[in-house]
């Protein structure tokens, strides 16, 4: 339509009487009162917030790991060493603290192939297994010693399990590294060391199985990430994508990362404060988020996790709350 076709029905439209406007004003809300201006599907541009700053139920200080069972349900630890669980819409169901947090609190979460949380309790060097309904199942504690030795951890900041039942341990400090347990959690061999070399670590901070048993994992200090063929009895880098920086495709602080159902990669930057959208061959495909306070910004959040309606729940940390969306083509800025 050129412009004076535009303004000639606008003219016509502003000729209508009163009659005719009230007519239409009435039939529109008739419509949306009805729903047939509506959908009963998600609005994908929506951004929903829930959680603020405190001690008290549903509160949070600086939210560090997430994960996600298979009944939906929102498992969030923060700085107090408190567990607190939600359902999607943040309501909260249940919550309970770690044994101890006088060293410092759990930076890790993830649930085992068995319905099992898994708790990486950083600062004592383990990782703690929970019954969903917040029981110690202290028998199958992996780790409880510092060192450098089998079985013994550094800083644990992760845990994921394969399709086998096996687990991979991630750790930094004295020794950056990622340690394999078999499913039972006999130690199997490990591999890792402090440096930028290929197979090396800066902080491996977050962990990922693909379909095919590859181990990602999200080498912070480094700013890239690394992925692995870890199923016989050594680990062999099988790629490697990521340098540092703010542009897309660059990386800052990579805190932690996960997979929708089509196979890309998102990976929530702590110190880009936004997640990326990747392709398995480390094409950027888009960001969302923001450095700032306000709906849709982030403060250096550390975990997002994806549920199964595909909703994302990324921790806002320093913002002390979660933030929920729909990753669709209005935040990715460019096509595969």
């Given at each position: 339509m050129n412009r004076s076709d535009s303004n000639t029905t606008l003219f016509h439209l502003r000729s209508l009487p009163?009659?005719?406007?009230?007519?239409?004003?009435?039939?529109?809300?008739?419509l949306l009162a009805t729903g047939c201006l509506t959908s009963d599907a998600p609005d994908p541009n929506q951004v929903q917030t829930w959680g603020r700053r405190g001690l008290g139920d549903g509160r949070f200080q600086k939210p560090r790991a997430i994960a996600l069972d298979a009944d939906q349900n929102l498992y969030i630890v923060d700085m107090t060493g408190r567990v607190?669980?939600?359902?999607?819409?943040?309501?909260?169901?249940?919550q309970w603290r770690t044994p101890e947090v006088k060293n410092g609190k759990p930076c890790g979460l993830s649930i085992s192939n068995d319905q099992k949380l898994m708790v990486c309790d950083t600062h004592y060097h383990r990782v703690l297994f929970y019954d969903l309904d917040g029981t110690l199942l202290e028998s199958r504690t992996i780790g409880g010693t510092h060192g450098r030795g089998p079985e013994e951890f550094g800083f644990v900041t992760d845990i994921v399990q394969d399709s086998s039942g096996n687990y991979y341990v991630a750790e930094y400090g004295d020794y950056d590294r990622i340690q394999k347990f078999d499913a039972a959690g006999?130690?199997?061999f490990?591999?890792?060391?402090?440096?930028s070399e290929p197979g090396q670590f800066l902080r491996p901070q977050g962990l990922a199985i693909d379909s095919n048993d590859q181990l990602w994992v999200a080498d912070a200090s480094n700013h890239r990430i690394q992925v692995f063929d870890a199923t016989g009895d050594t680990a062999k880098v099988v790629k490697l994508f990521g340098t540092p920086g703010r542009e897309k495709g660059e990386l800052n602080y990579p805190y932690n990362l996960f997979?929708?159902?089509q196979g890309d990669l998102y990976v929530?930057?702590?110190?880009?404060?936004?997640?990326q959208k990747f392709t398995t061959d480390g094409h950027s495909l888009g960001t969302w988020g923001s450095p700032g306070r306000k709906t849709g910004q982030l403060h250096q959040p550390w975990a997002a996790c994806l549920?199964?309606?595909?909703?994302?729940?990324?921790?806002?940390?320093?913002?002390?709350?979660?933030?929920?969306?729909?990753?669709?083509?209005?935040?990715?800025?460019d096509d595969r």
């Open positions: 009163r009659w005719t406007w009230a007519g239409l004003l009435l039939g529109c809300a008739s607190q669980v939600f359902d999607t819409n943040g309501q909260l169901l249940r006999n130690y199997l490990e591999w890792g060391g402090h440096g997979f929708d159902d929530c930057e702590f110190g880009n404060h936004r997640l549920d199964a309606k595909g909703m994302i729940h990324v921790l806002d940390s320093y913002n002390h709350r979660v933030q929920q969306f729909y990753w669709n083509d209005g935040f990715v800025p």
